[in-house]
C-alpha cells in the first residue's frame, strides 16, 4: 500500500521558514520523480515544485528563490525548505509521486502552512 505522509506545517509570521517533510512508503521511491503541490482556499491545485529521479528540480515562478526541494533517497523523504514566507503562500501543500510513465500518481494527505502578515 502506496503512503505519502506529510509534515512539517504550521502557522509562521511573513518572512519566516518552514520545512516540510513527505514520508514514502509502498513505492520504490528513488525512481519516482517527487513534487509539492499547493491548493489555497477557493482555487485550484497548483504545482510548487518538483524533483526528479535525477534530482532535477523545477520551481514555479512565484516561489524561485525562496524554497528548495530535496530527496533522501535513503531515507524514502523527500523535502520542502520554504523561506521568506508570504501570506500568499498559505495554502494546504501536497506531496505527489508520479513515475516515468505518468500512469503511476500518489498523493499524501496535505498539511496546512498559513503565513500571517
Known amino acids: 500500500q502506496v503512503q505519502l505522509v506529510e509534515s512539517g506545517g504550521g502557522l509562521v509570521q511573513a518572512g519566516g521558514s518552514l520545512t516540510l517533510s513527505c514520508a514514502a512508503s509502498?513505492?520504490?521511491?528513488?525512481?519516482?520523480?517527487m513534487g509539492w503541490y499547493r491548493q489555497a482556499p477557493g482555487k485550484q491545485r497548483d504545482m510548487v515544485t518538483s524533483?526528479?529521479?535525477?534530482?532535477?528540480?523545477t520551481y514555479s515562478d512565484s516561489v524561485k528563490g525562496r524554497f528548495t526541494i530535496s530527496r533522501d533517497n535513503t531515507k524514502n523523504t523527500v523535502y520542502l525548505q520554504m523561506n521568506n514566507l508570504k501570506p500568499e503562500d498559505t495554502a494546504v501543500y501536497y506531496c505527489?509521486?508520479?513515475?516515468?510513465?505518468?500512469?503511476?500518481?500518489?498523493w499524501g494527505q496535505g498539511t496546512q502552512v498559513t503565513v500571517s502578515s
Open positions: 505527489n509521486a508520479r513515475d516515468v510513465s505518468g500512469r503511476l500518481n500518489y
Open positions: 509502498g513505492i520504490i521511491f528513488s525512481i519516482y520523480t
Open positions: 524533483i526528479t529521479r535525477g534530482h532535477t528540480t
